[in-house]
């Protein structure tokens, strides 16, 4: 039975028994911002269990992708190292929403087995819970299994719990016996032996416990199975390992291809070194490149944090075993066409999305292996050291290093220490981590609180409740206190810097008289104002808080302007993008997001494009306040692992488009923006890009200031166009060939400046065509520059190339008036020439032609001394001459300096009034050389 037969003959089976085929949730739940990863089927159906969530059937089964790389079920060291163990896997599951129970869960997956699959029986053993008296029985009456192959089991192995508090409930474990004459006992159950191992796990689902850690029996009761996919495979595929299916051979196969190296496949300790070190690579690649594509594929980014930072561990990890199978190029993302081919039938998103994948895996494989190898460099350098002084244990420091410095992740330390029998400080490193973590934390709040906002909150200022979302006004507030530039109220219309949104200034008048706001801040609850006067004598008082309403209209049209920005960043390049930062300002908007690439000029284009159309379907703000959290996710607002919500939030919605969690403030329509415009698209670091934008009547502000950018590049344009046609004129003096068809295509480029530069005449009907005929006369110059800066390259090399020429004419007459040297000729000379380069040229062929020599050419560049000196090959070898001890002491004499090859060197000096005497002194200074 192959994967493929095995995966449809599960469906196949429940769907017949009334079950709804269910698609695999992503391998990490968008609605779970707890979850790192989606390691059990049940994660889709948690909100099911939890009595939040229902749906539209009773019976469904499944095959959910899961990751495993983090807390209990972490996975990661085995793998590679044993025949089962995998970081990604596929869980078949069947699933009873208050309808069968145990009964029916027992007796179709014995019949599935045995009937369907035909697995001998004598080799299967079934585990219960201690007290699960129900399922013990129902094991004995419901199928044939040989009773004394029905085992019991305490809490840890048959009693499962979705947390601390919540649903629970026994499970039945279904274990198969592949000892060679399938002749095991109840000992080897549960014995953590490859031999003798679980396949199926019926769990259910009964109980609730509560806090005190009383179970009460659920109203509904629910069955959750789940069947380790590749274990499976290997038993209905006769094989030892999971490695040896169907499901991972494909993989290895290729792996073998482009490595040249071959795969053994045996656990076999007598199997020499060096194989065994190649299987387990193989099967650890072969592991990693399937848990990075499906996770890359359903949006996730690698990173510095949360699941992204897992990813590039895996990645990392899986770039090192590379290193021992030969790999010192990128290779991982020459897997991924193999796993499409093999998995995408089923998978149809790693289809659509293995471009994308393999683009993101090459990427970061680029930007690690830069660092690998000197990180590889660096461990073996700390091994030494420790097998010098007689230690074992790689200290904390040296770990830190290696995690900060070359991005060796912890765990890739250790076990490229525990191959050359080493350990790491873990403890010591854990150490290091939390303080550098904390100095990051302590140095973010620094920049972001100011400092007497910070004594305030030392003192227990009171909190602050805010207005402003309703009114710009609130003629009656409060001042509850004040230190430093800073007061309190204790109701504000006034936003304090939170979110990216900056603070609101304004007003705030009273009997005191009147105060400026200049900014606000806040700290939790504390909404802080800074202005300018004495803050103190205000305590106690009544003012009245008037926000800046022009100011604030425009940081709403840029905030809500974000909002549309990631929902189309999102629709256009995909739901991996994730807001990485923002800022929202009066008069522009910066907005930070992951994305491996630079945005191609068309899908900016796109993004934009429906950004303004967006802004144009008047969507009018839906403003969810104080919602409990529960019901937001249920709304499904957007939400992202690590991100840290409260019991009650706030979600910002414009219709079905966008839909955040948010606390800021926005325009009440999204026609209220006007226009938006991108400023700038940029790379902030690895994966993450930046765009910054305008809206409004910033948009025609940056229309009028790309005008004048346009005059001033067209003006630019016309100059280059002056100093081409000199250089071609020059080259026509010179004899050149290529003179005519230049000024051919200068004229060509004249006249496509002159109708670029009309087009700019006429006034835009509005800002949309007017950016459109813009952006396409800017494009039209900028085509015209480069074709400039085309033809004044090809110019310069010409006439270069005849200045070179016409100077080589007279290298014989040069020679002739050289000065006898011991047998050899002395040639110094100042010549006229454009460059360096053609200084060099000229030296080359003097060297071709004076036979035995030195020769020392000089010229006048910018106002300083250009030199070459060059030496013929007998002089080098027979008297030990250097061409560069010889223009190094010219130099000096110019007051500068250089040096080189011995046949060929350069140098430079700033005193250009001393070149002719430096030019009579060559030939004492080579004397010297040949006679120290």
Same mark, same amino acid.
């Given at each position: 039975?192959?994967?493929?037969?095995?995966?449809?003959?599960?469906?196949?089976?429940?769907?017949?028994?009334?079950?709804?085929?269910?698609?695999?949730?992503?391998?990490?739940?968008?609605?779970?911002?707890?979850?790192?990863?989606?390691?059990?089927?049940?994660? =889709?159906?948690?909100?099911?269990?939890?009595?939040?969530?229902?749906?539209?059937?009773?019976?469904?089964?499944?095959?959910?992708?899961?990751?495993?790389?983090?807390?209990?079920?972490?996975?990661?060291?085995?793998?590679?190292?044993?025949?089962?163990?995998?970081?990604?896997?596929?869980?078949?599951?069947?699933?009873?929403?208050?309808?069968?129970?145990?009964?029916?869960?027992?007796?179709?997956?014995?019949?599935?087995?045995?009937?369907?699959?035909?697995?001998?029986?004598?080799?299967?053993?079934?585990?219960?819970?201690?007290?699960?008296?129900?399922?013990?029985?129902?094991? /004995?009456?419901?199928?044939?299994?040989?009773?004394?192959?029905?085992?019991?089991?305490?809490?840890?192995?048959?009693?499962?719990?979705?947390?601390?508090?919540?649903?629970?409930?026994?499970?039945?474990?279904?274990?198969?016996?592949?000892?060679?004459?399938?002749?095991?006992?109840?000992?080897?159950?549960?014995? %953590?032996?490859?031999?003798?191992?679980?396949?199926?796990?019926?769990?259910?689902?009964?109980?609730?416990?509560?806090?005190?850690?009383?179970?009460?029996?659920?109203?509904?009761?629910?069955?959750?199975?789940?069947?380790?996919?590749?274990?499976?495979?290997?038993?209905?595929?006769?094989?030892?390992?999971?490695?040896?299916?169907?499901?991972?051979?494909?993989?290895?196969?290729?792996?073998?291809?482009?490595?040249?190296?071959?795969?053994?496949?045996?656990?076999?300790?007598?199997?020499?070194?060096?194989?065994?070190?190649?299987?387990?690579?193989?099967?650890?690649?072969?592991?990693?490149?399937?848990?990075?594509?499906?996770?890359?594929?359903?949006?996730?980014?690698?990173?510095?944090?949360?699941?992204?930072?897992?990813?590039?561990?895996?990645?990392?990890?899986?770039?090192?075993?590379?290193?021992?199978?030969?790999?010192?190029?990128?290779?991982?993302?020459?897997?991924?066409?193999?796993?499409?081919?093999?998995?995408?039938?089923?998978?149809?998103?790693?289809?659509?999305?293995?471009?994308?994948?393999?683009?993101?895996?090459?990427?970061?494989?680029?930007?690690?292996?830069?660092?690998?190898?000197?990180?590889?460099?660096?461990?073996?350098?700390?091994?030494?050291?420790?097998?010098?002084?007689?230690?074992?244990?790689?200290?904390?420091?040296?770990?830190?290093?290696?995690?900060?410095?070359?991005?060796?992740?912890?765990?890739?330390? =250790?076990?490229? !220490?525990?191959?050359?029998?080493?350990?790491?400080?873990?403890?010591?490193?854990?150490?290091?981590?939390?303080?550098?973590?904390?100095?990051? /934390?302590?140095?973010?709040?620094?920049?972001?609180?100011?400092?007497?906002?910070?004594?305030?909150?030392?003192?227990? !200022?009171?909190?602050?409740?805010?207005?402003?979302?309703?009114?710009?006004?609130?003629?009656?507030?409060?001042?509850?206190?004040?230190?430093?530039?800073?007061?309190?109220?204790?109701?504000?219309?006034?936003?304090?810097?939170?979110?990216?949104?900056?603070?609101?200034?304004?007003?705030?008048?009273?009997?005191?008289?009147?105060?400026?706001?200049?900014?606000?801040?806040?700290?939790?609850?504390?909404?802080?104002?800074?202005?300018?006067?004495?803050?103190?004598?205000?305590?106690?008082?009544?003012?009245?808080?008037?926000?800046?309403?022009?100011?604030?209209?425009?940081?709403?049209?840029?905030?809500?302007?974000?909002?549309?920005?990631?929902?189309?960043?999102?629709?256009?390049?995909?739901?991996?993008?994730?807001?990485?930062?923002?800022?929202?300002?009066?008069?522009?908007? /910066?907005?930070?997001?992951?994305?491996?690439?630079?945005?191609?000029?068309?899908?900016?284009?796109?993004?934009?494009?429906?950004?303004?159309?967006?802004?144009?379907?008047?969507?009018?703000?839906?403003?969810?306040?104080?919602?409990?959290?529960?019901?937001?996710?249920?709304?499904?607002?957007?939400?992202?692992?690590?991100?840290?919500?409260?019991?009650?939030?706030?979600?910002?919605?414009?219709?079905?488009?966008?839909?955040?969690?948010?606390?800021?403030?926005?325009?009440?329509?999204?026609?209220?923006?006007?226009?938006?415009?991108?400023?700038?698209?940029?790379?902030?670091?690895?994966?993450?890009?930046?765009?910054?934008?305008?809206?409004?009547?910033?948009?025609?502000?940056?229309?009028?200031?790309?005008?004048?950018?346009?005059?001033?590049?067209?003006?630019?344009?016309?100059?280059?166009?002056?100093?081409?046609?000199?250089?071609?004129?020059?080259?026509?003096?010179?004899?050149?060939?290529?003179?005519?068809?230049?000024?051919?295509?200068?004229?060509?480029?004249?006249?496509?400046?002159?109708?670029?530069?009309?087009?700019?005449?006429?006034?835009?009907?509005?800002?949309?065509?007017?950016?459109?005929?813009?952006?396409?006369?800017? /494009?039209?110059?900028?085509?015209?520059?480069?074709?400039?800066?085309?033809?004044?390259?090809?110019?310069?090399?010409?006439?270069?190339?005849?200045?070179?020429?016409?100077?080589?004419?007279?290298?014989?007459?040069?020679?002739?008036?050289?000065?006898?040297?011991?047998?050899?000729?002395?040639?110094?000379?100042?010549?006229?020439?454009?460059?360096?380069?053609?200084?060099?040229?000229?030296?080359?062929?003097?060297?071709?032609?004076?036979?035995?020599?030195?020769?020392?050419?000089?010229?006048?560049?910018?106002?300083?001394?250009?030199?070459?000196?060059?030496?013929?090959?007998?002089?080098?070898?027979?008297?030990?001459?250097?061409?560069?001890?010889?223009?190094?002491?010219?130099?000096?004499?110019?007051?500068?300096?250089?040096? %080189?090859?011995?046949?060929?060197?350069?140098?430079?000096?700033?005193?250009?009034?001393?070149?002719?005497?430096?030019?009579?002194?060559?030939?004492?200074?080579?004397?010297?050389?040949?006679?120290?």
């Amino acid at each position: 039975m192959t994967s493929r037969d095995l995966r449809s003959a599960f469906l196949k089976f429940f769907e017949d028994r009334g079950h709804t085929i269910v698609p695999s949730g992503p391998v990490f739940p968008f609605d779970d911002p707890t979850l790192l990863f989606t390691n059990a089927g049940m994660n =889709q159906f948690k909100d099911v269990f939890l009595g939040t969530g229902k749906r539209p059937y009773t019976r469904a089964v499944d095959t959910q992708k899961c990751i495993r790389v983090s807390g209990k079920h972490n996975d990661l060291e085995e793998v590679g190292r044993d025949t089962y163990h995998h970081t990604f896997f596929e869980m078949l599951g069947n699933w009873s929403f208050g309808d069968y129970y145990k009964k029916e869960a027992i007796a179709w997956a014995w019949e599935l087995l045995t009937k369907e699959w035909g697995l001998s029986k004598k080799r299967l053993w079934a585990t219960v819970f201690t007290d699960d008296d129900e399922a013990a029985n129902l094991w /004995r009456t419901v199928t044939d299994i040989d009773p004394s192959h029905i085992l019991r089991f305490g809490r840890k192995e048959n009693f499962w719990e979705m947390g601390d508090t919540g649903p629970c409930g026994p499970c039945s474990e279904i274990h198969i016996d592949r000892t060679p004459a399938g002749t095991a006992d109840a000992s080897l159950v549960n014995a %953590g032996r490859a031999d003798v191992m679980e396949i199926w796990n019926l769990v259910f689902i009964q109980y609730d416990r509560d806090a005190s850690g009383t179970l009460t029996p659920l109203p509904a009761k629910h069955v959750d199975t789940g069947m380790g996919f590749e274990r499976m495979c290997a038993v209905m595929q006769g094989k030892n390992s999971n490695y040896d299916t169907d499901v991972f051979s494909p993989l290895i196969g290729t792996l073998s291809t482009i490595s040249g190296k071959s795969y053994d496949g045996r656990m076999d300790p007598g199997l020499p070194r060096e194989q065994s070190e190649i299987d387990t690579a193989m099967r650890v690649i072969a592991d990693h490149v399937r848990a990075l594509t499906f996770a890359l594929a359903d949006g996730a980014v690698p990173s510095n944090e949360g699941r992204g930072y897992v990813l590039r561990r895996i990645l990392r990890r899986a770039a090192r075993f590379g290193r021992t199978l030969g790999f010192h190029e990128p290779f991982l993302h020459k897997l991924v066409p193999t796993l499409v081919q093999t998995m995408g039938d089923v998978f149809p998103e790693i289809t659509a999305r293995r471009s994308h994948v393999a683009d993101i895996i090459k990427g970061e494989e680029e930007g690690f292996g830069a660092t690998l190898d000197r990180g590889l460099e660096m461990f073996d350098e700390m091994v030494r050291n420790l097998e010098r002084s007689n230690r074992t244990m790689i200290s904390g420091e040296d770990a830190f290093k290696l995690y900060d410095t070359f991005g060796f992740p912890f765990d890739l330390t =250790q076990l490229m !220490a525990g191959e050359r029998g080493l350990t790491v400080d873990e403890e010591r490193f854990n150490k290091l981590l939390d303080q550098q973590r904390t100095r990051s /934390r302590e140095s973010a709040r620094r920049a972001e609180t100011p400092s007497a906002l910070k004594l305030m909150l030392k003192e227990s !200022a009171p909190e602050t409740r805010f207005t402003g979302y309703d009114t710009l006004e609130e003629p009656d507030a409060l001042v509850q206190a004040a230190v430093g530039e800073f007061v309190v109220l204790d109701k504000t219309p006034f936003y304090g810097e939170a979110g990216g949104q900056v603070g609101d200034t304004g007003i705030l008048e009273g009997s005191m008289g009147r105060a400026v706001v200049l900014d606000t801040q806040r700290d939790g609850a504390v909404i802080a104002h800074r202005i300018i006067g004495e803050t103190r004598k205000m305590i106690g008082r009544s003012v009245r808080a008037r926000v800046d309403k022009e100011r604030r209209s425009e940081i709403m049209k840029n905030h809500t302007a974000t909002h549309l920005l990631h929902a189309a960043l999102r629709q256009i390049l995909g739901t991996h993008v994730r807001q990485a930062g923002s800022l929202v300002a009066p008069d522009h908007l /910066r907005f930070d997001f992951t994305h491996h690439s630079a945005l191609e000029r068309a899908q900016l284009d796109d993004i934009e494009a429906l950004v303004n159309e967006k802004i144009r379907e008047h969507i009018p703000l839906t403003h969810h306040r104080n919602i409990p959290f529960e019901e937001a996710k249920r709304m499904g607002a957007l939400m992202f692992f690590g991100d840290k919500y409260g019991d009650r939030v706030n979600v910002v919605q414009f219709g079905e488009f966008s839909k955040e969690f948010c606390g800021g403030t926005h325009v009440a329509s999204t026609s209220d923006i006007g226009f938006f415009k991108f400023r700038s698209e940029g790379s902030v670091s690895s994966g993450t890009r930046r765009i910054e934008a305008v809206t409004s009547d910033r948009a025609r502000e940056f229309l009028a200031l790309r005008e004048r950018e346009f005059g001033e590049r067209a003006a630019y344009a016309e100059n280059q166009i002056s100093m081409v046609e000199s250089m071609i004129t020059e080259a026509g003096r010179l004899g050149s060939t290529q003179a005519e068809a230049a000024s051919g295509a200068i004229r060509k480029l004249e006249a496509e400046l002159e109708r670029v530069r009309k087009s700019a005449s006429a006034a835009p009907a509005n800002l949309l065509s007017g950016f459109a005929d813009q952006d396409l006369r800017r /494009r039209g110059l900028e085509d015209i520059i480069l074709g400039l800066v085309d033809l004044r390259k090809l110019m310069e090399k010409e006439i270069s190339r005849l200045r070179v020429r016409s100077l080589a004419a007279d290298i014989d007459t040069l020679i002739q008036r050289g000065t006898p040297l011991n047998g050899a000729r002395l040639v110094s000379a100042e010549v006229s020439v454009g460059s360096m380069d053609e200084l060099k040229s000229l030296g080359d062929r003097l060297r071709e032609k004076i036979g035995s020599g030195v020769g020392l050419l000089a010229s006048v560049m910018d106002q300083k001394v250009a030199l070459v000196c060059v030496v013929t090959d007998d002089l080098i070898a027979a008297k030990k001459l250097e061409a560069g001890k010889i223009v190094g002491a010219v130099a000096r004499l110019l007051g500068g300096g250089g040096g %080189g090859r011995p046949h060929l060197a350069t140098a430079g000096g700033r005193d250009v009034s001393k070149l002719g005497d430096a030019l009579k002194t060559t030939e004492s200074i080579v004397r010297s050389f040949l006679n120290p």
